[in-house]
């Protein structure tokens, strides 16, 4: 492992089963701070509650597991009181989605700088398989013993209507792109959502027949395409990959200075 | 841990055997079948020397078990296989 | 700005007390009648270089308070019940990870939206036992404006000193009274900064061993201590572990730390006690009434007397039972259903002569109010 100076390899073997796709977001996370070259001093990781959530006690950053939901909400607290730190938040899709929903549009919309990271497996994987909001229609969960009849949310369209200034989406079989694109959510200055397809063999995979790890990858590479690809045009049904929203608006931190001038006087 | 001492492989796999949960990506996805389970289930390098040095093990393991070693040190960087 | 004798509500006095005592965060969302809190708040915090959030709701404001302790500055916010029953679950997060915080909530009546303009104190409970799990906690209130000033500055103190989340108890009444109350000087009520660890950079630093004194130092995010935080129980370093004697040390040292040091927080204030024979307890807004009456009725010659309780929590029984103890009985004024007489019963020798003066209509308890439970009790009628 090239980026052990960043993990806390004392509590390897992870938790996380065998072929979690949490474990490839990890590495790729990994790569993309070290290839940025900043100092672990700087870097704060807040997360939530949930397998995924699990990914702050494996970096030797400052590391904050939180509530279920509520890692935005923290994570913001620290951002606002001290901007120069790197504040990755990494999420489940249930802790994202559902009881974090909320927290989630907000930051959004408040544009503050942060780098979420949606590890979505389309599956409450910790409390044992229950359906998400990110399951979508049809799926099979142990609270969905006869079909999911819940329409998922499509994270990307609902990050950018929620005035997020940096919108992408991969997946774990395309690990260079992940750690490209985390690496990108990071150094983006303003409120970051990276959303990854990440596999859970056990809680989705087996419920859905969707196969061992190997063949839910298989499925991230035949079931997406990149942005405007051929591919895509040839397949509209395609699950897209690729940055969807980047630009820049004023950042909430930066803002907030301003506001101390005015209140101020200067 | 080695599991090559093939004195032609240009590239070392170091697999650390601890960490591996034997999920199989790494020997599914080699373009060079370079990996196999061996018979504890844990990822073992049995052709290193086919090894074009595309990384897609290392950065595909979940279990961050995998670090291939460019003897030459030219990391010729792959591409994620589309 | 300071000497400044200034005419203001309670809840202004109550920010004006938070940025005294250094407070450099606050996150809130609006809810009647603690509003003017976070509305003065978003005026002076900036002035002195702190930050102001307006969250999307309780939740995430006192989460977003946490966060902000942890790189190092004071944090509060303010709510009422709603709000603060949303806060629940991040209070405890506050008391597990011991992370220092203030909790300002202004009671209303209730339960659910209740009296939204109207006075309650129905929440002291909620208070003591709002979130999950066993756990000790730090309450505090206020009858006045020299006393919300002071009080406020203690529960940043506390908060300090035993790395804990401190409520502020404040009601409608109060907070909306407008009253002279000159500023301190600074200087004049000593503050508690935070405790930071002297380890130095490259040596293991423990975030959650105490030392000998019971004190835990911090180390704030982003200096050069790396640790983590959680929720789950956790070993010295700060990670999770279920290790019965690691669990069972944790909750031992989360409860003493604050009951074996309850003295040094009871906050009280006596009034006319020493030659009484019937005693009032009460706090807050139902303190006021009480202290009235008392007054009034010591220029008869009547020998009554007030404990007024400022800590709520934990509740100060040695105080109570050494007060109540030769009297013929015992009025508890408040404006809930029996919440602290409950603890004053189990405090003294002999409960039966412990009464509830209350009133929980949304008005507040007048001295007449008391006045005629008194007469029931003394079989003289109203
Ligand atoms: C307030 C609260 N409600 C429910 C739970 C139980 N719970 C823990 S993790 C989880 C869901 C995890 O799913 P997700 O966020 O998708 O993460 P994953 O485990 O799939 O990575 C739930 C419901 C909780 N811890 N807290
Ligand atoms: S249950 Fe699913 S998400 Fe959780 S560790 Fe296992 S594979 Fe990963
Ligand atoms: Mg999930």
């Known amino acids: 492992m090239p980026a052990r100076d960043y993990i806390r390899e ?104 942060m780098t979420a990271i949606v ?119 395609l699950i897209e990959r690729g940055i969807f929203v980047q630009k820049e608006l004023p950042e909430y931190c930066r803002e907030y200075e301003r506001i101390i001038s005015k209140a101020r006087g200067e | 841990m080695k599991n090559s001492e093939t004195k032609t492989a240009a590239r070392e796999h170091h697999i650390e055997r601890a960490w591996c949960k034997g999920c199989g990506i790494c020997v599914h996805f080699c373009p060079k079948q370079v990996h196999k389970l061996d018979e504890e289930g844990k990822a073992c390098a049995v052709r290193p020397e086919d090894c074009i040095g595309c990384r897609l093990c290392e950065l595909r393991c979940p279990d961050l078990a995998i670090e291939v070693i460019d003897r030459q040190a030219a990391d010729r960087q792959g591409k994620d296989h589309e | 700005m300071s000497d400044a004798v200034k005419f203001i509500q309670g809840n202004v006095v109550c920010a004006e007390a938070a940025v005294y005592a250094g407070v450099g965060m606050f996150a809130g969302y609006p809810i009647t009648p603690s509003t003017e809190i976070a509305e003065h708040m978003s005026v002076r915090l900036p002035q002195v270089g702190g930050k102001f959030l307006q969250m999307e709701d309780e939740i995430s404001s006192l989460c977003a308070v946490i966060g902000a302790s942890l790189t190092g500055h004071k944090t509060m916010t303010a709510t009422s019940g709603p709000g603060f029953s949303l806060m ?82 404040l009601d409608e009444v109060i907070g909306h009274l407008r009253e002279k109350i000159r500023i301190p000087e600074p200087g004049e009520i000593p503050l508690v900064g935070r405790l930071r660890t002297a380890v130095e950079h490259g040596v293991d630093y423990h975030p959650y061993l105490p030392r000998e004194d019971g004190r835990l130092p911090m180390s704030d995010f982003g200096d050069v201590h790396r640790y983590n935080v959680t929720g789950l129980y956790h070993d010295m370093w700060g990670f999770p572990t279920e290790k019965p004697e690691v669990v069972y040390g944790l909750i031992r040292h989360l409860v003493d730390k604050i009951d074996h040091n309850s003295e040094k927080m009871t906050r009280f204030r006596k009034y006319h006690t020493k030659d009484a024979e019937t005693l009032f307890i009460s706090y807050g807004a139902a303190a006021r009434s009480a202290l009235h009456l008392v007054e009034n009725r010591r220029k008869r010659g009547e020998r009554i007397g007030l404990l007024e309780l400022n800590t709520l929590w934990p509740f100060p029984a040695d105080i109570v039972r050494e007060a109540c103890r030769d009297m013929n009985f015992v ?50 009628g109203v």
């Open chain 3, 331 to 380: 009025l508890v004024v408040e404006m809930n259903m029996g919440q602290i007489t409950r603890e004053v019963k189990l405090a003294v020798e002999d409960p039966r002569k412990v009464y509830l003066a209350n009133r929980v209509d949304g008005e507040l308890i007048t001295p007449m109010d008391i006045q005629n439970i008194v007469r029931l009790i003394q079989g003289r």
């Open chain 3, 88 to 169: 629940q679950e991040a209070l405890g997060y506050a008391v597990m990870t011991e992370i220092p915080c203030v909790i300002v909530d202004v009671m209303r009546g209730g339960p659910s939206t209740g009296l939204p303009t109207h006075v309650g104190q129905g929440d002291v409970m909620q208070a003591r036992y709002g979130t999950h799990g066993d756990h000790a906690i730090i309450a505090v209130t206020a009858s006045n404006h020299a006393d919300i000033f002071r009080m406020t500055v203690e529960a940043f103190n506390f908060a300090e000193t035993y790395r804990t989340p401190v409520i502020l108890l």
């Open chain 1, 119 to 237: 590890m979505n497996n389309r599956i409450y994987g910790m409390t044992g398989g229950q359906f998400s909001p990110l399951s979508g229609y049809g799926t099979m969960g142990t609270t969905a013993p006869y079909g999911n009849i819940d329409h998922g949310f499509n994270t990307v369209d609902l990050a950018s209507s929620a005035g997020a200034t940096f919108v992408a989406r991969t997946t774990t079989y395309h690990a260079r792109e992940l750690a490209d694109f985390i690496g990108q959510a990071i150094s983006h200055p303003g409120f970051s959502v990276l959303e990854v397809l990440s596999q859970c063999p056990t809680q989705f995979g087996r419920r859905n027949k969707a196969g061992d790890a190997p063949e839910m990858l298989e499925s991230y590479r035949t079931g997406t395409a990149r942005i405007d690809s051929k591919k895509k045009r040839e397949n509209p049904d």
């Open chain 1, 10 to 113: 004392r509590f390897f073997p992870h938790m996380w089963c065998p072929g979690c796709g949490h474990g490839i977001v990890l590495n790729a996370l990994l790569r993309a701070v070290e290839a940025l070259g900043l100092d672990k001093k700087n870097f704060v990781m807040v997360s939530g509650i949930g397998c995924s959530a699990r990914i702050s006690g494996y970096v030797d950053f400052h590391s904050m597991h939180t509530l279920h939901g509520r890692a935005l909400a923290f994570a913001t607290g620290i951002k606002i009181s001290k901007p120069e730190l790197n504040v990755i938040v990494p999420m489940g899709d249930g802790d994202a989605m559902a009881i974090g929903g909320n927290h989630f549009i907000h930051a959004a919309r408040r544009n503050i700088e």
